[in-house]
């Protein structure tokens, strides 16, 4: 089966650091996406992994251990405009369907 | 370049109603999926196309629900009739290839209440 799981909210405050984590069952593994979705707004794309380590893009970066099946999204000196919906993804081995975790809801307050 | 657009955003309809929803890609983008999210769940894929033809369509929930892509350019996906269960934010997502990385670009999607 498959599986993808992450908190489903969580708060900070603006220029802290948060840590947004995903475990992921899969039959395969293809790499691991993570998308941001403002409300009512399309998902758009953050990173890709599919090597173990930390890419970093800015302010964002994302880790990944296939061993543990891990990621995790790190958001540095977070600005009000972070507060969103964080979507964890994995595409389904051999296909490529995304199977999306329910999301994390970051709120970012003063 | 445009994004990938879709129709309506939203659409409240009564159960037993049909609906069509329109979705289209980015320019040249041959891969076309369509998505749903209903209520407190995660988002669900639905159906993949490669240019007009059904390339995976495991996710479709019953026959009344009927995609078509004529012409490999924009999509719809009907509902036909429409069921309470059926409301959700229904997404489409387009990509220039497939394989590994490749990013699937998302409309906003159609937001579907059934009442």
């Given at each position: 089966g498959q599986n993808i799981d992450q908190p489903t909210e969580m708060t900070a405050t603006e220029g802290a650091i948060v840590q947004i984590n995903c475990t992921y069952q899969t039959s395969g593994f293809n790499g691991l996406f993570w998308y941001q979705q403002h409300a009512g707004e399309a998902p758009t794309f953050l990173s890709y992994n599919v090597l173990d380590g930390l890419e970093e893009k800015g302010r964002f970066s994302s880790f990944l251990s296939r061993s543990k099946g891990y990621s995790y999204l790190l958001l540095k000196e977070?600005?009000?405009?972070?507060s969103a919906s964080y979507l964890c993804a994995a595409p389904s081995y051999n296909t490529d369907k995304l199977i999306f975790g329910t999301g994390t809801r970051l709120q970012v307050f003063p | 370049e445009a994004g990938v657009t879709q129709f309506p955003s939203h659409s409240v309809i009564e159960k037993g109603q049909t609906v069509t929803l329109r979705c289209d890609p980015i320019?040249?983008?041959d891969n076309l999926y369509w998505y749903r999210r209903v209520m407190g769940k995660e988002i669900k894929f639905l159906l993949h196309f490669v240019k007009e033809s059904k390339?995976?369509?495991?996710?479709?929930?019953?026959?009344?629900f009927l995609a078509e892509r004529t012409g490999g350019t924009y999509s719809t996906l009907k509902v036909q009739?429409?069921?309470?269960?059926?409301?959700g934010v229904y997404f489409c997502a387009s990509s220039q290839d497939i394989g590994q990385g490749y990013e699937q670009y998302f409309g906003p999607g159609t937001r579907l209440t059934v009442t």
């Amino acid at each position: 089966g498959q599986n993808i799981d992450q908190p489903t909210e969580m708060t900070a405050t603006e220029g802290a650091i948060v840590q947004i984590n995903c475990t992921y069952q899969t039959s395969g593994f293809n790499g691991l996406f993570w998308y941001q979705q403002h409300a009512g707004e399309a998902p758009t794309f953050l990173s890709y992994n599919v090597l173990d380590g930390l890419e970093e893009k800015g302010r964002f970066s994302s880790f990944l251990s296939r061993s543990k099946g891990y990621s995790y999204l790190l958001l540095k000196e977070l600005q009000m405009k972070d507060s969103a919906s964080y979507l964890c993804a994995a595409p389904s081995y051999n296909t490529d369907k995304l199977i999306f975790g329910t999301g994390t809801r970051l709120q970012v307050f003063p | 370049e445009a994004g990938v657009t879709q129709f309506p955003s939203h659409s409240v309809i009564e159960k037993g109603q049909t609906v069509t929803l329109r979705c289209d890609p980015i320019s040249g983008h041959d891969n076309l999926y369509w998505y749903r999210r209903v209520m407190g769940k995660e988002i669900k894929f639905l159906l993949h196309f490669v240019k007009e033809s059904k390339q995976d369509e495991s996710g479709m929930p019953n026959n009344r629900f009927l995609a078509e892509r004529t012409g490999g350019t924009y999509s719809t996906l009907k509902v036909q009739p429409a069921e309470l269960e059926d409301s959700g934010v229904y997404f489409c997502a387009s990509s220039q290839d497939i394989g590994q990385g490749y990013e699937q670009y998302f409309g906003p999607g159609t937001r579907l209440t059934v009442t």
